[in-house]
């Protein structure tokens, strides 16, 4: 069985930095693309970054560069830099790992239990 557990939120004055860390852990198994999702009180989950197993990121517009996404394949762990947070980064941060499992046919999504960042002004 395939676990995902998020870690590194917390509470920070705005123009601060956090850094979530999200790691997969079971075994026979390859990942592929990792990501991190946020979900704001009210307000539908949407993707914040995504990473490729060949290092490639893609980014929410909205973040206007002040996120780096980041992984490491020896830990199956993906990285969350956020820099100059705002309150209206205040959310859920869920991670989200892409992955097949040796000798499968398909691809399976597993989802993280997510973790609070509040971000004060």
């Known amino acids: 069985q395939v676990q995902v557990v998020e870690s590194g939120g917390g509470l920070v004055q705005a123009g601060g930095s956090l850094r979530l860390s999200c790691a997969a852990s079971?075994?026979?198994?390859?990942?592929?693309?990792m990501s991190w999702h946020r979900q704001a009180p009210g307000k539908q989950r949407v993707l914040v970054a995504t990473?490729?197993?060949?290092?490639?990121?893609n980014y929410a517009d909205s973040l206007n560069g002040r996120f780096t996404i980041s992984r490491d394949n020896a830990k199956n762990t993906v990285y969350l830099r956020m820099d100059n947070l705002k309150p209206e980064d205040t959310a859920v941060y869920y991670c989200?790992?892409?992955?097949?499992?040796?000798?499968?046919?398909?691809?399976?999504?597993?989802w993280g239990r997510g973790t609070q960042v509040t971000v004060s002004s």
């Open positions: 990473i490729t197993s060949a290092g490639s990121t």
């Open positions: 989200n790992i892409n992955l097949r499992r040796l000798g499968a046919d398909n691809n399976y999504s597993y």
């Open positions: 079971g075994n026979d198994f390859r990942i592929n693309a």
